[in-house]
């Protein structure tokens, strides 16, 4: 059997047919991808700590390993995509008697939920502003919605107004995040995801002791990263309240 290649999914389920990656979504089980991957499915299981008991909607879920995990404490899930091949993944992979999927627009969905949990994607979303009044009406005066965006000042080069990834139709800086929430929701509380544990000593030795150019100079960049990366584990990251300017990923609690 040849290999899958570099940018599809690896060793899925029998009858489940792999995606691949296009810079749209994040993946699971696919190597390149694990970063970005673990520092998602840690915000996912901040979140699931919090929806025990709760009926909640991952709009946009994409592959729905999000939706999934939400499902191990929440007492229901609906995990919404309008892609149908990521929403056919998703169902043939992740249904369980607490979780199913929907394919629709997160414009349109409706449902009764205690919960909207919305990763990642709003920098896709052409009117913000009408989605989160639409969120809002969908949840009422005690429901929540966790909302995550990443922070433009650590996603592009410093001084750069986009990252120049494809997909987004605009990404944030905290100030103009924070407005956009507290403009919708009567109570917007703030955290960041931010570098903890193995990650974070590699940041301080790429910004304080040279390493990049240590690494390049050594030759040892491809056997270091070889392993490194496939090391990342979602506990490599930590959500953290307060401010949230150096953070990598914003993450929004509103309500009301």
């Given at each position: 059997?040849?290999?899958?290649?570099?940018?599809?999914?690896?060793?899925?389920?029998p009858?489940?047919?792999?995606?691949?990656?296009?810079?749209?979504?994040?993946?699971?089980?696919?190597?390149?991808?694990?970063?970005?991957?673990?520092?998602?499915?840690?915000?996912?299981?901040?979140?699931?700590?919090?929806?025990?008991?709760?009926?909640?909607?991952?709009?946009?879920?994409?592959?729905?390993?999000?939706?999934?995990?939400?499902?191990?404490?929440?007492?229901?899930?609906?995990?919404?995509?309008?892609?149908?091949?990521?929403?056919?993944?998703?169902?043939?992979?992740?249904t369980?008697?607490?979780?199913?999927?929907?394919?629709?627009?997160?414009?349109?969905?409706?449902?009764?939920?205690?919960?909207?949990?919305?990763?990642?994607?709003?920098?896709?979303?052409?009117?913000?502003?009408?989605?989160?009044?639409?969120?809002?009406?969908?949840?009422?005066?005690?429901?929540r919605?966790?909302?995550?965006?990443?922070?433009?000042?650590?996603?592009?080069?410093?001084?750069?107004?986009?990252?120049?990834?494809?997909?987004?139709?605009?990404?944030?800086?905290?100030?103009?995040?924070?407005a956009?929430?507290?403009?919708?929701?009567?109570?917007?509380?703030?955290?960041?995801?931010?570098?903890?544990?193995?990650?974070?000593?590699?940041?301080?030795?790429?910004?304080?002791?040279?390493?990049?150019?240590?690494?390049?100079?050594?030759?040892?960049?491809?056997?270091?990263?070889?392993?490194f990366?496939?090391?990342?584990?979602?506990?490599?990251f930590?959500?953290?309240?307060?401010?949230?300017?150096?953070?990598?990923?914003?993450?929004?609690?509103?309500?009301?």
């Open positions: 059997m040849a290999p899958a290649p570099l940018f599809e999914q690896r060793n899925q389920p009858g489940v047919p792999p995606l691949e990656l296009t810079g749209e979504r994040t993946l699971p089980d696919v190597p390149a991808e694990n970063y970005w991957f673990r520092r998602h499915l840690a915000v996912y299981q901040w979140i699931a700590e919090r929806v025990g008991g709760q009926r909640v909607v991952d709009l946009a879920c994409g592959e729905g390993y999000g939706a999934a995990v939400l499902g191990r404490r929440a007492a229901s899930v609906v995990g919404v995509d309008a892609n149908p091949e990521a929403f056919e993944h998703a169902r043939l992979k992740y369980t008697p607490q979780v199913r999927f929907e394919r629709d627009l997160v414009e349109t969905w409706r449902g009764e939920v205690d919960a909207i949990v919305f990763l990642q994607t709003i920098e896709h979303v052409q009117d913000p502003a009408a989605l989160l009044e639409h969120f809002r009406d969908l949840l009422g005066e005690t429901g919605a966790y909302v995550t965006t990443p922070n433009l000042l650590t996603l592009a080069p410093p001084g750069a107004a986009h990252s120049g990834n494809p997909w987004h139709v605009r990404e944030y800086r905290p100030e103009q995040f924070q956009l929430c507290r403009k919708h929701f009567a109570r917007a509380d703030f955290h960041g995801v931010h570098h903890a544990r193995k990650l974070r000593i590699h940041q301080i030795a790429l910004e304080r002791f040279g390493w990049e150019r240590l690494h390049q100079r050594l030759k040892i960049t491809k056997p270091f990263y070889g392993a990366n496939p090391a990342i584990s979602e506990r490599d930590a959500v953290r309240p307060g401010r949230i300017d150096g953070c990598l990923d914003m993450l929004a609690v509103l309500r009301g």
